[in-house]
């Protein structure tokens, strides 16, 4: 069975300062697709990034990137320029080729400090 | 509709009580998924549709859980003798088809249990 892991509770970064969150997983899969998602008090879950296993070229969407580490199975999540609108729990999530469901993380919930 | 719509967003039942929980997917979207969120924790998969039948149900932890899509659009999560370790955030997500990687998620339903 897939497992994913977020080893960080919390974490919390200054407004317009840099900020990583770490996530590995586990998985006897080649082929998958690895997410990142956001989710504010609202409780909806927004998609943040997503990374292709087959892709070497880490994923950028704007302010955030990723650091996706296939062998080490290691797929870390960039905020930079931390906006106080950033602040929300983190979701890494795993999801395989060949299925539909979402293999979630426990979260990290990121503090942005003004 | 724009989004993924979820009612009640809150709801208070007595221990032993009959709960449904409805989803409206996103418009056309064929794929559709339940996930139970526990305070907490991640989000765990409790069921995928794919139009009017359940392609995967293996997440439903026993049967006093059950869900119905009759008409391939909005779903319907049903819970028998609620327990109060049923109460957490019932999560609803759509896609456009299980191919899909991009899953759009409501804004839950909290089900506290009493």
């Known amino acids: 069975a897939q497992t994913v892991t977020q080893s960080q509770p919390e974490m919390s970064v200054q407004e317009a300062e840099t900020v990583t969150l770490s996530c590995t997983y586990d998985?006897?899969?080649?082929?998958?697709?690895l997410f990142w998602y956001k989710q504010p008090p609202s409780r909806q879950m927004i998609l943040v990034i997503r990374q292709e296993a087959y892709k070497q070229q880490n994923a950028t969407e704007n302010r955030f990137s990723v650091n996706f580490q296939k062998a080490a199975k290691s797929f870390s999540l960039k905020i930079s320029d931390s906006q106080l609108g950033d602040a929300a729990m983190y979701f890494c999530?795993?999801?395989?080729?060949?299925?539909?469901?979402?293999?979630f993380g426990e979260g990290t919930q990121l503090t942005v400090n003004p | 509709g724009a989004g993924v719509s979820q009612t009640p967003s809150n709801k208070v039942t007595e221990k032993g009580k009959y709960v449904e929980l409805r989803c409206d997917p996103i418009?056309?979207?064929?794929?559709l998924y339940w996930y139970r969120q526990s305070l907490g924790q991640g989000p765990e998969f409790l069921i995928y549709f794919q139009g009017t039948g359940a392609a995967d149900d293996s997440g439903l932890p026993n049967d006093r859980f059950f869900a119905v899509r009759p008409e391939g659009s909005v779903s319907t999560l049903k819970i028998q003798r609620t327990e109060r370790g049923d109460s957490a955030v019932y999560l609803c997500?759509?896609?456009?088809?299980?191919?899909?990687?991009?899953?759009?998620f409501g804004q839950g339903t909290r089900l506290t249990v009493v």
């Open positions: 997500a759509s896609s456009i088809d299980s191919y899909n990687t991009e899953a759009f």
């Open positions: 418009s056309g979207h064929t794929a």
């Open positions: 999530a795993y999801r395989r080729n060949s299925g539909s469901r979402l293999t």
């Open positions: 998985t006897s899969e080649s082929d998958y697709y």
